[in-house]
């Protein structure tokens, strides 16, 4: 509020600024971009391997104890049996099968936990950048979960 004093009155002219042309940059939404691995994927994946591994040893105790008990066998084909050799390769067969048993149940273990942290170890969205420009602004648009 400017109250009038004795003496002259001097207004100042209002200056305005000229008008400006505005430019817009229309630059598309920021989109989250899904990667496939994560540490947990990193890590399922070696516990696979190891499962695979754990599976194919497996296999060759079952298919030794398999060759073992056929040796066995052919030495003596009935339930009673004197024979020293037959009944160490019997052993033997017995011992295989008890491991190929212990190794398949391992490796399927590790191959079914695998996959289920193959599943819920899904990596979160990665943080997207993008530029945003006008007339004499510029600016950075980042999205993301947190």
């Given at each position: ?28 939404r ?9 540490t ?5 994946v070696?516990?696979?391997v190891?499962g ?7 296999a ?17 084909p ?5 024979d ?12 295989s ?7 398949l ?6 191959v079914?936990t695998?996959?289920v942290m193959?599943?819920?170890g ?22 993301g979960r947190?």
């Amino acid at each position: 509020v400017i109250t009038p004093s004795p003496g002259p009155i001097v207004t100042a002219p209002i200056v305005t600024a000229p008008p400006t042309a505005t430019t817009t940059v229309m630059v598309d939404r920021p989109r989250y971009r899904s990667r496939t691995w994560s540490t947990t994927r990193g890590v399922a994946v070696a516990i696979a391997v190891v499962g695979a591994g754990a599976l194919v040893t497996g296999a060759y105790f079952g298919a030794q104890a398999d060759d073992l008990q056929g040796q066995s066998d052919a030495i003596c084909p009935t339930a009673l049996c004197a024979d020293g050799e037959a009944l160490r390769l019997n052993d033997d067969a017995k011992r295989s099968a008890k491991n190929a048993n212990l190794a398949l149940g391992l490796g399927g273990a590790a191959v079914v936990t695998a996959g289920v942290m193959w599943f819920l170890g899904k990596p979160d969205d990665e943080l997207v950048v993008a530029p945003s420009f006008g007339d004499r602004q510029a600016g950075v648009s980042l999205r993301g979960r947190f």
